[in-house]
């Protein structure tokens, strides 16, 4: 596994549900071949509720409601050199708002409000939206840009059931050690840093407040106890779980703080409550903006990731707008802006094509031999996602209810 550091110069900061017509004037729907029926079996592990899918788009609505990840939708407002919304608002008319969420739980509830018409889902949120019927399959003829999608990012276990993609590929990357280079010394290589019960940064150690953080103590258990017979960080039997719940116990002790809101973390790094734990490189490029001594790296052991995914709400009335706005967003200028500004990986060599100098090799973007060592996350199902059949997978569920265990 490569070691890789951030890159030296800064980068710039900052359950079924029943089919729904689709209404929207000039806008056809289909519940046909290229939609899941009800008689197949996911490879997923559950049957998509038969929803129908967009056949053409008409008039743009005037307006779409985006739920996103912090830094995914910037008009401006941030920073004046980044906006990518701006473009897309004088192009089509559709006027954009958006709400921003810390964890893939708090997007699962929001999404359930009908309020939203696209959402930027991540591994461990996009199983469990397709599932409950709250985000319909996505018909990729009708956004130009998805042709020039790096082939590796499609119909992913995480993205996709029975080869229906259910969105647009966004941008991808790990999950980063963080450490303070004023008072971390030697620079660590392992997350053994974060998870030593001994060590000398005790009470400034901070971890990922959702359950999803059990894959990362997985991850590390299965390359340092290899006898548990772990192969994937979100298959996890009732014994391999149990060692990940008592991993993360042990580390509850040296533990100062969880975070979900990033701009917590950048205020807990920026006063030196925390000084290592796991982190994103905008966090990181946030932090070093504000000349805060941190820097980040991928241990030995590799990482979990996310590969994220723009899907577009089962309840919408703004389908036009939202199909034009995954289009938008898978387009080189506007997704190499936002990789950029977000620290990961664009989804196409078109928009590293575009991206500052080093962007992309800082990020091993395009190369998939790179992006297969990250474990991306995924929703934890009964149907072990390894491929073992004499077993029962613990499910999201219980890791919902381990976590609540973990944190006391």
């Not at 710039?12 to 009800?38: F, I, K, M, Q």
């Not at 591994?123 to 999608?149: F, M």
Request: hydrophobic share 40%; glycine share 8%; net charge negative.
């Amino acid at each position: 596994m490569r070691t890789r550091n951030r890159m030296g110069r800064p980068i710039r900061a900052l359950a079924a549900a029943a089919a729904l017509a689709l209404v929207v004037a000039g806008c056809g729907t289909e519940s046909g071949d290229t939609t899941p029926s009800a008689d197949d079996t996911a490879d997923a592990g559950f049957t998509p509720p038969d929803l129908p899918m967009a056949t053409e788009l008409g008039d743009f609505e005037g307006q779409v409601s985006l739920l996103a990840w912090p830094g995914y939708v910037e008009d401006g407002s941030t920073d004046p050199t980044v906006d990518w919304v701006t473009p897309f608002e004088e192009a089509t008319g559709c006027e954009v708002s958006v709400k921003t969420f810390g964890t893939s739980d708090e997007a699962i509830q929001l999404m359930k409000s009908g309020e939203y018409d696209v959402v930027s889902a991540s591994g461990d949120a996009s199983l469990r939206l397709i599932a409950a019927g709250d985000v319909e399959p996505v018909n990729t003829d009708l956004v130009p840009n998805y042709a020039d999608i790096w082939p590796f990012l499609k119909d992913r276990a995480w993205n996709s059931v029975n080869g229906q993609m259910y969105g647009i590929p966004h941008g991808y990357g790990a999950n980063l050690l963080m450490y303070n280079t004023e008072v971390v010394d030697p620079a660590p290589t392992s997350w053994g840093a974060v998870f030593d019960p001994d060590s000398p940064y005790a009470g400034k150690v901070t971890a990922y407040d959702s359950p999803i953080y059990i894959a990362d103590a997985a991850l590390y258990l299965m390359k340092t106890q290899p006898d548990l017979g772990i192969q994937d960080p979100y298959a996890l039997d009732e014994t391999q779980l149990a060692a990940a719940v008592e991993l993360l116990k042990t580390q509850g002790t040296i533990i100062g703080e969880y975070w979900s809101d990033y701009t917590v973390q950048l205020s807990s790094f920026k006063s030196g409550d925390s000084v290592i734990g796991t982190s994103w490189q905008i966090i990181a490029n946030l932090a070093q903006g504000e000349k805060t001594p941190v820097e980040v790296v991928l241990p030995e052991e590799g990482s979990t990731g996310w590969s994220d995914t723009w899907m577009v709400s089962s309840k919408t009335e703004n389908r036009n707008c939202a199909y034009a706005w995954m289009d938008h967003i898978a387009s080189p200028e506007a997704n190499a802006a936002a990789t950029e500004w977000f620290g990961e990986a664009p989804s196409s060599s078109a928009a590293c094509e575009v991206a500052s100098e080093g962007h992309c090799e800082a990020f091993n973007a395009g190369d998939e031999a790179f992006a297969e060592e990250l474990y991306y996350w995924n929703t934890p199902i009964e149907q072990c996602l390894d491929g073992r059949t004499d077993v029962t997978c613990t499910t999201y569920a219980d890791w919902q209810q381990a976590w609540t265990e973990i944190k006391g």
